[in-house]
Nanobody, 126 residues
Framework: QVHLVESGGGLVQAGGSLRLSCAAS????????MGWFRQFPGKEREFVAA????????AYADSVKGRFTISRDNAKNTVYLQMNSLKPEDTAVYYCAAAPPGFTEVPKTPRLYDYWGQGTQVTVSS
């Protein structure tokens, strides 16, 4: 089992920044990819960013490239999502997720991730 807990969401003005954290516990060594997804009301979850625990290049959704940065602290088993230049359209519930090893490329499909956090609300006001 892998347990994921997100934190760091909140209300911010457009142009501002937030940093989300995802603390992982349990059999974290069994999961090689950590990702962030977001969900708008009435919509499916969409990919935001993901990165392997190993030192590899991250993957980002086009809508957040250049504004968001995913990073990890292996010693703390924590993954971060630094969000800069936030826009009102970034308002969503953000989820952290973990995927098993075996993917040639970093997966961007929610169903390929088998552990999820509870989500944290990010609201960007105009």
């Amino acid at each position: 089992q892998v347990h994921l807990v997100e934190s760091g969401g909140g209300l911010v003005q457009a142009g501002g920044s937030l940093r989300l954290s995802c603390a992982a516990s349990g059999r974290t060594f069994s999961r090689s990819v950590m990702g962030w997804f977001r969900q708008f009301p009435g919509k499916e979850r969409e990919f935001v960013a993901a990165k392997r625990w190993s030192d590899s290049s991250p993957a980002y959704a086009d809508s957040v490239k250049g504004r968001f940065t995913i990073s990890r602290d292996n010693a703390k088993n924590t993954v971060y999502l630094q969000m800069n230049s936030l826009k009102p359209e970034d308002t969503a519930v953000y989820y952290c997720a973990a995927a098993p090893p075996g993917f040639t490329e970093v997966p961007k499909t929610p169903r390929l991730y088998d552990y999820w956090g509870q989500g944290t609300q990010v609201t960007v006001s105009s």
